[in-house]
């Protein structure tokens, strides 16, 4: 596939890099001081483009792809606000979309593992669950939203829990979420269950940018023309349910 990064800072090189070994080639890398060569010109030459730039202009970027004919892979947070219109774009101009939080594949696996822990533990209120994530002092959004995708997790599982909560263990409906930034820590996350038994420990530790790049370059490979949103699941596991499907059909189509 040809593909246009736009964004190309230590995620795009190593997404550069991940590519590359997976035989495609990289014909676009859009950075702040380039944005005048994002031309639907230029865009329109890739097959498919891959977003990580920050939450301020990543809507802009993801519905100028679109609009030159580009299913996007995307994994700029901290701009949930605008998922459904860019879902809506992309379905009605059929094309592919994928955001995620974490595009991972140890991460995403993690995600399920959390889910069923989370399920597991429904009813049990002598344990108190707290999400805890440590990352780069670089990282601009907190909590990550792969912490705050933990704790949505979490929350549709608990009947005692109605949201997620920064720093805050004091609030009794809410799952707590506390962020640390670090120096040279590219992401570790935490879900923990503790009781004055015992404590359960989920923990999933990234080494490397490495493992976040493969997953984004195997979802432009999934995405590449497919209509329609879509998420890591489909990517890596190649189903989705039957109340995923609906629910995407209704908030998209």
């Known amino acids: 596939m040809n593909i246009a990064l736009i ?5 795009g090189h190593a ?35 891959i977003e990580f730039t920050n939450p301020a202009v990543a809507r802009e970027n993801v519905m100028q792809c679109l609009s030159a004919g580009l ?19 992309a379905v009605q101009s059929d094309l592919g979309f994928i955001h995620a939080s974490n595009f991972s594949v140890g991460v995403n696996i993690f995600f399920e593992v959390n889910k069923l822990l989370a399920s597991l533990m429904n009813g ?4 108190d669950v707290s999400v805890e ?14 912490a705050i995708t933990l704790a949505e997790q979490i929350i549709v599982q608990l009947s005692n829990k109605k949201q997620w909560a920064l720093n805050d263990v004091n609030d009794s409906d809410a799952v707590p979420i506390i962020a640390h930034r670090v120096e040279n820590v590219p992401g570790t996350h935490k879900v923990s269950y503790s009781s004055s038994i015992d404590t359960i420990d989920i923990i ?17 490979e999934y995405v590449y023309g497919r209509r329609g949103v879509f998420t890591m699941k489909e990517v890596l596991f190649g189903h989705r349910s039957i109340p995923e499907i609906l629910h995407n059909e209704k908030k998209y189509g």
């Open 133 to 146: 994530e440590t990352h780069h002092t670089q990282k601009k959004d907190a909590p990550s939203g792969t």
């Open 204 to 220: 999933h530790t990234a080494h490397s940018r490495d493992g976040f790049a493969l997953g984004a370059v195997l979802a432009a």
């Open 15 to 49: 997404i550069e890099q991940a590519a590359m070994k997976r035989g495609h080639h990289i014909i676009l890398r859009i950075t702040s001081a380039n944005r005048d060569e994002m031309t639907e010109a230029n865009l329109s030459k890739a097959d498919v483009a």
């Open 124 to 127: 049990r209120t002598d344990y």
């Open 71 to 89: 299913s996007v892979v995307c994994g700029t947070t901290g701009w949930n606000d605008g998922l459904s219109e860019v879902g809506r774009k």
């Open 7 to 11: 964004g190309y800072g230590k995620m």
